[in-house]
């Protein structure tokens, strides 16, 4: 399978697809162009002074082989849904092994229904063939023929008429086969393989063995990612918070798509805000229940987002996800519904998200008799130590720094002496319980140096 | 007539004698002299405006209704606490405390905002919310919130002035050296009551004074 375009057929805007699109490489020379472009008379290996005399408003890209690498993967990983065993054939091809789909789409056609309407989702142009190897289906593909069939005889039909040009050999070997009068691979396929092996290096004999399949050709056949990393380049720069939500979407969007193919959720991603004169500013948002869905990440990331004042506007975003977990189903009670499908670890993301993780916290108790470090705020919905036995008459609020008492107080309880450590009598405590002419109930402690403070409220 | 009586109880300004027992559900306050008061208990749902002085006792007089809310297997939020919580005491108490949630917003608009997504969620039982002024149109979104996520939210402020909230109960609590003396200001379904005391002498010993002890000081003082 052949992608003559995959660069401008990227470009998702409307706008972009009613103008001649055209990507050049480091010589000057086009090397894709989308269906406007075409139509205005450019070719292909043009070169871009020609291009441009024909086409004054001719788009121009640069051509980016990571970012083309990047696309058909994407698309492999669309494709892996139909089928098994997909190679990456950079910079624009896939190898599909058929044989082994056959059985399931129960023939070629079937199977072709399945993979052709997945390719209908994506925006790419294509051009595909079969053939008995995955050398002479890339032949066939790169002279455009869309031929799928099964046919032994078709096949080889097809293969003898093609062109050299359309081979894997290098220029001089293709020259010096012309000179010696083989134009097509037909003629080349006649010939003895002894008298080859004398008058040509092993690079062609090499290429003609693994074309008839009688050398073994190794294919990487990819795996399903588990991780997700997509980078959206923004149109137009955007400074208002709200309007980046929308782009947003499309990425998590994605996401979404695969986490459910995979049956997985995620606990965090990354968000970075790209500027152009500045660094990234990063965020990462989380969810405590692993979650999936587009539309939850969203009302988290807008949560995030709403807080950021934006100095400059963003030029692009980019959206990690470094780690997958299975997805747990939780069960409800059937008896007694709960209105509101909202979980306690859903509603603790959604206010750390607005709030801020310090702001929402859990309280546990620890074996301690001093106050002070008797509880403590963790995350919340943990479960702590079950043993521990609360003390009795304890406040219910506790000061964070005690205050000097200043007013008259009825003592009702007390004394009761704690005491930090053993042997440092000198900081030990006298608790006490009273109340003052508010009425409010105190916890107050007598130091060793006869100084009374407030610690506590009892409320 | 019977048509104009309609219209006015579809606007509901018209409370029938029948209704009275389907304002609310009610769960048990654990104080026998209150919830003969509030004929049964605190609402299980909508908003109950607390009017309290800190630290008179307003917590513990709570307590006992907070763990049968939280029984349910639901949160129990505390948003913006006076100070820091004590684990002890609400353990004992016998609140679980990993079903407790603290929530320490910033601003006031924060703490509302928290508040509703809280009792929308439906997966809490019980807000607590401290100290945060509250407009009408304010409470009212509460309430339905409330309504929404069978949660009660719980608004403890100091007394004060102002136009009646749409609230499921007002109570307003004053110190007693006994426990607190509280009087039902507004309770749906039902009449605003007289001032009572709320005796705590059994279920917090440490933290009331005995009549012995009442008479002491009297005596000392005089």
């Avoid at chain 1, 052709?116 to 190897?133: C, D, H, I, Q, V």
């Avoid at chain 2, 019980?126 to 509460?142: E, M, Y």
């Amino acid at each position: 399978m052949q992608f003559p375009a995959l660069q401008p057929d990227s470009l998702g805007c409307e706008a972009a697809q009613q103008l001649p699109v055209a990507v050049v490489n480091e010589q000057h020379c086009i090397v894709q162009l989308n269906a406007v472009a075409g139509q205005r008379g450019i070719a292909l290996n043009m070169a871009l002074g020609t291009a441009a005399a024909l086409c004054p408003n001719l788009q121009l890209l640069p051509y980016q082989p990571q970012l083309q690498l990047n696309i058909l993967q994407s698309v492999a990983q669309q494709l892996y849904q139909v089928t098994a065993d997909i190679a990456l054939d950079p910079p624009d091809g896939l190898y599909i092994r058929l044989c082994n789909m056959l059985q399931l789409y129960q023939g070629l056609a079937g199977y072709w229904q399945a993979l052709s309407r997945e390719l209908k989702l994506l925006p790419y142009r294509y051009y595909y063939a079969s053939g008995a190897t995955p050398f002479a289906a890339k032949c066939l593909a790169r002279q455009q023929l869309n031929l799928l069939t099964g046919e032994p005889d078709a096949l080889a039909t097809a293969l003898n008429h093609s062109p050299l040009r359309f081979t894997e050999l290098d220029t001089d070997s293709q020259q010096q086969l012309q000179r010696l009068g083989i134009n097509t691979l037909g003629q080349l396929l006649a010939l003895a393989q002894a008298e080859l092996a004398r008058r040509f290096d092993s690079s062609l004999l090499s290429y003609l063995g693994r074309l008839r399949g009688s050398f073994y050709h190794a294919l990487h056949y990819i795996k399903p990612e588990h991780s997700f990393s997509r980078y959206v380049e923004l149109l137009y720069d955007i400074i208002d918070t709200a309007v980046l939500s929308k782009p947003l979407q499309a990425l998590l969007q994605q996401l979404e798509q695969q986490l459910q193919r995979i049956n997985a959720a995620c606990h965090q991603l990354q968000l970075s805000l790209l500027f152009r004169g500045m660094p990234a500013h990063r965020l990462s948002i989380g969810s405590a229940q692993g979650e999936y869905r587009a539309a939850n990440w969203l009302k988290l990331c807008q949560l995030q987002l709403d807080k950021l004042k934006l100095t400059e506007p963003v030029s692009g975003l980019q959206l990690e996800v470094t780690a997958f977990v299975a997805q747990q189903s939780q069960s409800d009670d059937l008896f007694q519904p709960v209105p509101g499908a909202v979980s306690p670890l859903q509603l603790v993301s959604l206010l750390q998200a607005r709030l801020g993780y310090h702001c929402v916290s859990g309280l546990t108790l620890q074996n301690q008799h001093l106050p002070e470090q008797a509880s403590q705020r963790p995350l919340p919905l943990l479960a702590g130590k079950s043993a521990v036995t609360a003390l009795a008459l304890r406040p219910a609020f506790l000061l964070a720094k005690p205050q000097q008492l200043t007013e008259t107080v009825e003592i009702s309880h007390g004394p009761e002496r704690l005491c930090p450590d053993g042997w440092a009598l000198d900081a030990q405590r006298d608790y006490f319980i009273g109340r003052n002419s508010k009425g409010q109930w105190l916890w107050l402690y007598r130091t060793a140096q006869q100084q009374w403070f407030v610690q506590g409220i009892f409320s | 007539m019977s048509a104009l009586l309609e219209q006015l109880a579809r606007r509901q300004l018209v409370w029938q004698g029948n209704s009275q027992h389907t304002a609310y559900q009610a769960v048990s306050s654990g104080y026998a002299e209150l919830d003969q008061q509030l004929a049964g208990g605190f609402p299980a749902s909508g908003l109950i405006d607390i009017q309290t002085g800190p630290g008179i006792g307003e917590l513990r007089l709570l307590l006992p209704y907070l763990q049968q809310q939280q029984s349910s297997g639901r949160l129990l939020v505390l948003i913006s606490p006076p100070a820091q919580p004590c684990a002890d005491m609400l353990c004992a108490a016998g609140i679980v405390l990993s079903q407790l949630v603290i929530v320490t917003p910033k601003t006031s608009k924060d703490a509302l905002w928290a508040a509703e997504q809280c009792l929308q969620s439906g997966c809490c039982a019980s807000v607590l919310l401290w100290q945060v002024p509250l407009k009408l149109a304010q409470a009212r979104r509460l309430q339905l919130a409330a309504e929404q996520g069978a949660a009660s939210v719980i608004l403890l402020r100091r007394p004060m002035d102002g136009l009646s909230l749409p609230v499921n109960l007002s109570i307003k609590l004053q110190p007693h050296r006994q426990g607190v003396l509280l009087s039902v200001q507004k309770r749906k379904g039902g009449w605003p009551a007289a001032p009572f005391l709320v005796d705590m002498q059994n279920r917090w010993p440490g933290l009331c004074f005995t009549t012995e002890q009442h008479w002491q000081a009297r005596r000392k003082a005089s």
